[in-house]
C-alpha cells in the first residue's frame, strides 16, 4: 500500500489527484478495487462490464482533479 500512497502523493504534489485524499487511504481503496474486480470475475455471477465500468470511472472522476 505504501508504495502505491507515494504514487497518490506525487500526483497530488502535481494537481492531478485531489489533495483532500488521504493517500494511504486512497491507496487502499485503489487495491480493494482490483481484488473486487478479481473476486467478481471469479464469482457465479460476475458483475458485467456495463454495471463495473460505469461504476469505476464515476469513482476515478471524484479523484482526479
Known amino acids: ?3 502505491l500512497a507515494e ?3 506525487k500526483a497530488q504534489e502535481l494537481k492531478v489527484v485531489r489533495d483532500d ?3 494511504v487511504a486512497t ?3 485503489v487495491l480493494s478495487l482490483v481484488f473486487g474486480r478479481v473476486i467478481s470475475d ?3 455471477r460476475p458483475i458485467p ?4 465500468t460505469p461504476t469505476i470511472l464515476k469513482f476515478l472522476d471524484s479523484v482526479f482533479v
Open 7 to 9: 504514487i497518490v502523493r
Open 27 to 29: 491507496a487502499a481503496v
Open 1 to 3: 500500500i505504501e508504495a
Open 42 to 44: 471469479t464469482s457465479e
Open 49 to 52: 462490464d456495463e454495471q463495473w
Open 21 to 23: 485524499f488521504d493517500p
